[in-house]
């Protein structure tokens, strides 16, 4: 464990000190920022039973589909092209060490920045004052389900982005490799259940798979408040199994 706690922790420094860390963060406060004003500018005009928080959270796949793949196509495609990953294959460190080391830095950095985004609708509620309530703004099951749900997804978001990287020695293969997988995964589904064009009878069947799959129902999920054991399941298998595919292929191409 020693030799995993030396590799994460370099892993976050090599984080903390790389300018695209801060550009990744500048641009995500930036978009969540422009995101959350335009929610609250549609709740004013067309009032909802539902808060802000809950509208802002279901713009989730935004900062999934881009960010993420900025944070991790270097991760391993870059030790890759370097040669830097065969000289760590000689150390005592394992493959699977090495995966996880990549994926716990991005992982926590991924949810540092989803963290900067909690103060918003105090800070919304400090500059227009009690003409807007803040219960309006700030429910505290919605906030909590909104946030366990971007923690428990993020999981397999970031374990994808890994995944990805490790496939090729090209950062920008790798992010849009990272990027498709995300937006399949992400959007797809939802897509066919909205739009069920094909009406044949396995298509049909596959509802039951694509709804079980279908992130945008398990966030409705948590902002209720219902915590259930199913989509813990699935994102916590799913990322389990990418990750030891992924250090399959490390220990295969290092």
């Known amino acids: 464990m020693r030799h995993f706690f030396t590799l994460l922790l370099h892993e976050i420094r090599m984080l903390l000190i790389a300018p695209a860390s801060y550009v990744a963060a500048v641009l995500f406060l930036m978009l ?13 005009s067309e009032p909802s039973d539902h808060t802000v928080g809950v509208w802002f959270f279901q713009a989730f796949w935004i900062p999934v589909c881009f ?3 900025l944070l991790t196509m270097k991760s391993i ?17 394992t493959a699977l060490q090495i995966v996880l080391s990549k994926f716990l830095s991005s992982y926590f950095f991924y949810i540092f920045l989803w963290a900067l985004t909690i ?30 749900f ?3 997804s993020g999981l397999l978001y970031i374990a994808v982005g890994i995944f990805a990287s490790s496939m090729t020695r090209n950062q920008l293969v790798a992010g849009m490799l990272s ?4 937006f399949v995964m992400i959007l797809a589904g939802a897509l066919m259940l909205k739009v069920p064009i094909i009406d044949t009878q396995w298509i049909l069947q596959s509802y039951d798979i694509v ?6 129902e398990h966030l409705e999920d948590f902002s209720r408040g219902v915590l259930d054991s199913r989509p813990l399941f699935l994102y916590g298998s799913m990322t389990m199994l990418l990750l030891g595919i992924t250090t399959l292929i490390v220990e295969s191409k290092a």
Do not use: D, K, Q
């Open 32 to 44: 969540m920022t422009f995101v959350y004003y335009f929610y609250l500018n549609a709740a004013a």
């Open 67 to 69: 960010m993420i793949p």
């Open 77 to 93: 495609a870059e030790e890759r092209r370097l040669g830097t990953l065969e000289t760590l294959m000689t150390t005592p460190a």
């Open 119 to 148: 103060p918003f609708p105090f800070i919304v509620h400090y500059y227009i004052g009690e003409s807007v309530p803040l219960s309006l703004l700030f429910n505290h099951a919605s906030m909590i389900g909104g946030y366990s």
């Open 150 to 152: 971007i923690a428990i």
């Open 179 to 182: 990027f498709c997988i995300l």
């Open 211 to 216: 709804n079980y799959i279908n992130s945008f």
